[in-house]
């Protein structure tokens, strides 16, 4: 008796969540999602899963079969999707997941007591690590430091010093509806990325506190080959497009543009014939490579000193992940320069 009692006095305590996925074309990944939050730890009446979706593949069909899970038809879009989703949420706390996460039992316990704890929190971002199954192609890749930090959490991803974050990730972020009425919601001119950035900035702009908690955390699939690597960062290069709209001289200056890597390929060429000199030139290069990264890579000293905890060597510490982190800056290059081109930006 006195167990039941309890029980229902620390129901009182557990604030209304709205889970919200957008979907397109995840069947190969909506049914390992959707399995772990059947597993969620929270009671039934104080959560929902919404599922927005814009596929042209099966994963509506897949969705429906799980009759707990509430299925929003959309236009394509990441703020289209997300804005029908906070919209027609029935609870107050909007957290929005990847279709490509696993969700830990305790995430919405997590949630519910920060902001309980937190009153002046307008929103929380959390960390999204590979998960225990990633094979060492993936584990590579979540060591470049994205999503959410990667294999070293959101943290890496920070500006040093508090818990105030200058952003919330779109695969692990969770606002107060109120907050996200008071900015009208995502900016649908954010259609193809950068909508969670750029809605964090406006929150800030108005003075609310966007926090990082350690213990939000969730598993994201990172990408498992070179092809979904090479993919994946040219989309994210049309989300930095959007978000800082260089010019095209602009795109040309930055070290990662694909003309430099071609002259840097001559240069080997040019001095293959000539091993030694071939050798003491790219050892220095590469060293003032790593000290580059260290110096302003973010992730990167996160990455030096977690590495036994993410059980990745130091051989891959120091070779493998760098040519990954230069792979990924070349190709977001590439999707600048592809969104420019599709908007023909001003040269200046």
Request: aromatic share 12%.
């Amino acid at each position: 008796m006195n167990r039941t009692v309890k029980e229902l006095t620390n129901h009182n305590h557990y604030s209304g969540i709205s889970i919200i996925i957008i979907t397109h074309n995840e069947e190969d990944n909506i049914i390992d999602c959707l399995d772990s939050l059947s597993q969620i730890d929270y009671p039934k009446d104080k959560y929902e899963i919404v599922v927005v979706d814009a596929s042209t593949d099966s994963t509506p069909d897949i969705v429906s079969g799980y009759p707990d899970v509430k299925l929003i038809k959309s236009q394509k879009g990441f703020s289209q999707q997300r804005n029908t989703g906070w919209r027609q949420a029935l609870f107050e706390l909007i957290a929005f997941i990847d279709a490509d996460t696993i969700i830990p039992p305790e995430y919405l316990k997590v949630v519910n007591r920060v902001f309980q704890k937190e009153k002046k929190s307008a929103a929380l971002g959390g960390n999204a690590y590979p998960p225990s199954n990633t094979n060492r192609f993936g584990l590579w890749v979540s060591c470049v430091g994205h999503p959410a930090g990667g294999a070293m959490g959101l943290k890496a991803n920070m500006d040093q010093g508090g818990k105030q974050a200058s952003f919330v990730p779109g695969c692990n972020m969770v606002f107060r509806k109120k907050a996200l009425r008071d900015v009208n919601g995502f900016d649908l001119s954010f259609h193809d990325g950068g909508e969670d950035v750029e809605i964090s900035r406006r929150l800030h702009s108005k003075g609310y506190h966007l926090e990082y908690v350690p213990d939000l955390t969730l598993y994201h699939k990172p990408r498992n080959s070179l092809k979904k690597f090479i993919q994946w960062n040219i989309g994210v290069g049309v989300t930095k497009y959007n978000l800082q709209r260089p010019s095209l001289k602009k795109l040309i200056l930055q070290p990662s543009f694909p003309l430099w890597l071609g002259i840097l390929i001559l240069i080997v060429v040019f001095l293959w014939n000539q091993p030694l000199t071939l050798t003491l030139v790219g050892l220095a290069g590469w060293i003032a490579y790593l000290i580059t990264l260290y110096l302003f890579a973010k992730p990167f000293p996160h990455l030096l000193k977690q590495r036994k905890q993410i059980k990745v060597s130091f051989f891959s510490v120091i070779f493998i992940i760098p040519i990954l982190i230069y792979i990924r800056q070349v190709f977001i290059n590439i999707g600048q320069l592809k969104k420019w081109n599709r908007e023909r930006g001003p040269f200046d």
